[in-house]
């Protein structure tokens, strides 16, 4: 097994916890993270940084760094690497797993607006105003710039670089959140709409309980639709699954 290696696109829980598993193995992980965050949380194993130059630049490093498989482990919006991959390890003839939590559902309690990309939401946010829990990333604050009716509470983990709605605040903080600090937050700043993606997964998960509890909307941005014919699974417990199998059977045809 040990000369297999396997590129593990990464950027979140799932993907450390993939290469803390992997690694816990004996199978050899690269793990890429793009470089947007100013410290971000390591995962154990190799790790580079820093974008491969779109589908050809990330097909080239397949090849010149022996990948014997890749998992897909980014962030669910984060479209335009997970296409990349998609097309590179198909003009590579690399295995390729895409592994990404599943969506949020709404519960009975649940206000819920969903939108279908982040301008939709900038524009639902002007419909209504008021004052609002933006927590959708650094990247797409700047959809929200032309909103002048609305206050703004900016949850970032560093801080946006484009153009900010006229009246907001940015709050530095990076999860996991708890649930009883987002019902302080929303308190605390007397919140009367949220905003987010349909990120999933349990990390992020409070705010949303926290806004059902006090009845206030929740825009939610929907997830962009995954490349076809590609395996898809939810955990990184079935993604170890997915590349032991691929990797055992790669070192038989070697031998
Ligand atoms: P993106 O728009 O899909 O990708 C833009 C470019 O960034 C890609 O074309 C690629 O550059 C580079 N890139 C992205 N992820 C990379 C990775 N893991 N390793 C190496 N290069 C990568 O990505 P994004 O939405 O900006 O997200 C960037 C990273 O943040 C991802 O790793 C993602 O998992 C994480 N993240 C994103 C979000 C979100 O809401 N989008 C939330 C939490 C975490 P080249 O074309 O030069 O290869």
Known sequence: MVDSRVLILGGTA????????????????????????QNPRLPVGEVRIGGFGGVEGLRKWLGDNQIRAVVDATHPFAVR??????QACAQADVPLIRLARSAWEAG??????SVPDIDAAAEAVAERGG??????????VDAFAGVENAWFLIRVVDPPEGPLPAHHEILRSRGPYGLDDERALLAEHRITLLVTKNSGGELTRAKLTAAAEVGIDVIVVERPSEPAGVECVTSAAAAVDCVRSIVRAADSADR
């Open 81 to 86: 690497i997970t296409a990349n991959a998609a």
């Open 108 to 113: 009975p309690a649940d206000r819920w607006i």
């Open 14 to 37: 799932e993907a450390r916890a993939l290469a803390k598993a992997l690694v816990a193995e004996g199978i050899p992980v690269i793990s890429s993270l793009a470089g947007r965050v």
């Open 131 to 140: 004052r609002v829990f933006l927590t959708t990333g650094r990247q797409d």
